[in-house]
């Protein structure tokens, strides 16, 4: 996944149905003697919409918690996207614009306290190690790092085939990455991790190898392949907001035709355009474990 040398400012087309981190707050400096217990939570995607029910598919949110032994206060640490998932998982197409639109920005989310209902009913809240406050306070530095230049969000992981070993075409990089990457940040920092079972949740299509088509320009743009951005236009009209039930049950009957029977799927990775030629099972959500990472520095103060 490509790094970016800053963030875009977003179009005020892109809008969220619910807001961005609405209790959003700065990262504080902790003392350096802080002793800070960090906690693993998973809780079902859009749990205050849907309660439980994606929970049972094991369509799980990450985030990861912290409480200062000093303050005795809480905070919580998350990633997602700016405008929702749709957004960041297919484009809007524009009358007036020849390319897709795409509103597909994610970023971290850190607040004050942690919301333990939230958490525990349907997923976990588990403590996975303890940092010092020099730890905690060298992980904010590297979080402002990878929240400036890690700017878009990914829904798909693409692999060669369900075999775990199989070949990782293209990773995904959404919430779960994120809370990975801070595991992983901390570890080599000197956290040592408790010995539990994690698991996270993946999208997962599986295809031939990728065929790069090219970028926004070089296929939307003056001098741009006519025939290519019409495939591309048409491959992605079934995926836009419905409105009525007859338009959900026609759009989809165009995406079992594109995805399943014809095996074909256009992929938006690192603003440029690739083709997946898809392979049986084409796509599937899976729950798989990572274990807790093992650091490669020595602990700092704890």
Same mark, same amino acid.
């Given at each position: %996944?490509?790094?970016?040398?800053?963030?875009?400012?977003?179009?005020?087309? +892109?809008?969220?149905?619910?807001?961005?981190?609405?209790?959003?707050?700065?990262?504080?400096? @902790?003392?350096?003697?802080?002793?800070?217990?960090?906690?693993?939570?998973?809780?079902?995607?859009? *749990? $205050?919409?849907?309660?439980? &029910?994606?929970?049972?598919?094991?369509?799980? %949110?990450?985030?990861?918690?912290?409480?200062?032994?000093?303050?005795?206060?809480?905070?919580?640490?998350?990633?997602? *996207? !700016?405008?929702?998932?749709?957004?960041?998982?297919?484009? %809007?197409?524009?009358?007036?614009?020849?390319?897709?639109?795409? +509103?597909?920005?994610?970023?971290?989310?850190?607040?004050?306290?942690?919301?333990?209902? %939230?958490?525990?009913?349907?997923?976990?809240?588990?403590?996975?190690?303890?940092?010092?406050?020099? @730890? $905690?306070?060298?992980?904010?530095?590297?979080?402002?790092?990878?929240?400036?230049?890690?700017?878009? /969000?990914?829904?798909?992981?693409?692999?060669?085939?369900?075999?775990?070993?199989?070949?990782?075409?293209?990773?995904?990089?959404?919430?779960?990455?994120?809370?990975?990457?801070?595991?992983?940040? #901390?570890?080599?920092?000197?956290?040592?991790?408790?010995?539990?079972?994690?698991?996270?949740?993946?999208?997962?299509?599986?295809?031939?190898?990728?065929?790069?088509?090219?970028?926004?320009?070089?296929?939307?743009?003056?001098?741009?392949?006519?025939?290519?951005?019409?495939?591309?236009?048409?491959?992605?009209?079934? =995926?836009?907001?419905?409105?009525?039930?007859?338009? $959900? =049950?026609?759009? &989809?009957?165009?995406?079992?035709?594109?995805?399943?029977?014809?095996?074909?799927?256009? !992929? =938006?990775?690192? &603003?440029? /355009?690739? =083709?997946?030629?898809?392979?049986?099972?084409?796509?599937?959500?899976?729950?798989?474990?990572?274990?807790?990472?093992?650091?490669?520095?020595?602990? #700092?103060?704890?």
């Amino acid at each position: %996944h490509r790094r970016f040398d800053y963030r875009p400012q977003t179009d005020p087309y +892109c809008q969220a149905r619910y807001p961005f981190c609405p209790a959003g707050s700065g990262i504080p400096v @902790m003392k350096e003697e802080d002793v800070i217990e960090v906690y693993r939570l998973q809780a079902p995607v859009w *749990e $205050f919409k849907y309660g439980d &029910l994606l929970g049972r598919l094991n369509i799980m %949110h990450d985030a990861v918690g912290f409480k200062s032994s000093i303050t005795g206060k809480n905070y919580t640490m998350e990633w997602y *996207e !700016l405008f929702q998932l749709g957004n960041c998982t297919f484009p %809007h197409l524009r009358p007036d614009m020849d390319a897709p639109f795409w +509103c597909n920005q994610g970023a971290a989310c850190f607040s004050e306290g942690i919301d333990d209902a %939230h958490w525990r009913e349907n997923g976990t809240l588990v403590l996975v190690t303890t940092i010092s406050g020099t @730890m $905690f306070n060298e992980m904010a530095k590297w979080v402002k790092y990878d929240n400036e230049t890690g700017i878009y /969000y990914e829904t798909w992981t693409v692999r060669a085939s369900p075999d775990n070993k199989s070949r990782v075409w293209f990773e995904s990089y959404e919430c779960s990455k994120f809370i990975l990457r801070t595991y992983q940040k #901390l570890a080599d920092l000197g956290a040592v991790f408790k010995k539990i079972q994690t698991n996270y949740t993946s999208a997962i299509l599986f295809s031939g190898e990728p065929i790069y088509l090219g970028n926004e320009t070089s296929i939307f743009g003056p001098q741009g392949n006519k025939t290519l951005a019409a495939a591309i236009r048409d491959f992605y009209y079934p =995926f836009k907001p419905y409105r009525t039930l007859r338009e $959900f =049950f026609v759009d &989809l009957l165009k995406i079992i035709d594109r995805v399943v029977l014809n095996r074909q799927f256009y !992929l =938006f990775y690192n &603003l440029e /355009y690739w =083709f997946l030629p898809l392979k049986f099972p084409y796509l599937k959500v899976v729950y798989e474990e990572v274990p807790l990472p093992v650091g490669s520095k020595t602990s #700092l103060g704890v």
